[in-house]
């Protein structure tokens, strides 16, 4: 599927986005032609991790997440990591920014720990999800259904588990980014 002419933002946090969370859904979304945005928290290079806890590569961050909006793009990524997670739904913007794409309707994947700013943003109820195990108890106490299964798709909304459901997750954002907005997403918001 291509995703010629969509510009799709990337979230990534500084020292907590786990990296192949991070490499693995830009790359495919790379790959299948759409323009990809790193939105940081700050200027710079965001350095990411592997395992939560060990030093792994520094990317350069696009835009920060001031001077973005949810109208600027197709589609978010919110990778996990739960340090970098943490940091991003601690983060008024961030939350701000996520929310705008239920409410636009446009198209959202999140894996592992990144459910955390959908749960803080509002937009879990009604919703059925999944995550790192240890978020289900947030999920449902915000109103989502958790399942534990490789890739759920609900809405224009893509949330997997962990790194390992990684090919599975790649290639459903890739489909759902194709498919545009989802009506009923916004309805979900």
């Not at 340090?83 to 705008?100: H, M």
Request: proline share 6%.
């Amino acid at each position: 599927m291509s995703l010629q002419g969509k510009t799709i933002a990337i979230l990534i946090a500084p020292r907590g986005t786990e990296e192949p969370e991070f490499t693995k859904p830009r790359d495919a979304l790379l790959a299948a032609g759409a323009t990809v945005t790193v939105v940081g928290l700050e200027a710079g290079e965001a350095e990411t991790v592997n395992n939560d806890l060990d030093p792994a590569g520094k990317y350069p961050v696009d835009k920060v997440i001031d001077g973005v909006s949810a109208s600027d793009f197709d589609g978010l990524i919110i990778p996990g990591g739960s340090v970098g997670a943490d940091k991003l739904r601690g983060s008024e913007a961030v939350v701000g920014f996520v929310r705008d794409f239920f409410q636009q309707a446009k198209p959202v994947g999140v894996i592992c720990h990144g459910p955390w700013t959908l749960v803080e943003a509002d937009v879990v109820k009604g919703r059925k999800l999944t995550s790192f195990p240890t978020v289900k108890t947030d999920i449902r106490n915000a109103g989502g259904e958790w399942v534990d299964a490789e890739v759920v798709v609900d809405k224009g909304l893509v949330t997997s588990r962990n790194p390992k459901d990684l090919p599975a997750f790649c290639a459903k954002i890739v489909e759902e980014f194709a498919e545009g907005r989802h009506p009923d997403q916004a309805r979900s918001a």
